[in-house]
């Protein structure tokens, strides 16, 4: 299992930007993918955005454009940057890993250990 531990979170204004970062230990963060999974009040956790272990990467449509996931294999860290942020943005963001990028997207075969994610607020 990897241990993951979100930071970054905040209130900030409707397009205003944040740098969500995902600290991962456990096991050495070159044998899996991570991604980014918000979860807005009322709604079920939603995968957002992924890198792959080659550093590819995946969105969805609402943040293409606006959301960059990026890794730091030294650091053990995965960022995501956030950009022309929009009050839909709102939600506790959480990070989790799967062996291939294919599995963290679709949530499935997951390897984290849920954190405690981090407070995205988007004024409006």
């Known amino acids: 299992q990897v241990q993951l531990v979100e930071s970054g979170g905040g209130l900030v204004q409707h397009g205003g930007p944040l740098r969500l970062s995902c600290v991962a230990s456990g096991r050495t963060s070159r044998t899996y993918a991570m991604a980014w999974f918000p979860q807005a009040p009322g709604k079920e956790r939603e995968f957002v955005s992924a890198?792959?272990?080659?550093?590819?990467?995946s969105y969805v449509d609402a943040v293409k454009g606006r959301f960059t996931i990026s890794r730091d294999y030294v650091e053990n860290t995965a960022y995501l940057q956030m950009n022309s942020l929009k009050p839909e943005d709102t939600a506790v963001y959480y990070c989790n890993a799967a062996q291939e990028i294919e599995e963290v997207t679709t949530m499935r075969s997951l390897i984290g250990n849920w954190g405690q994610g981090t407070q995205v607020t988007v004024s409006s």
């Open positions: 890198i792959g272990r080659d550093y590819s990467t």
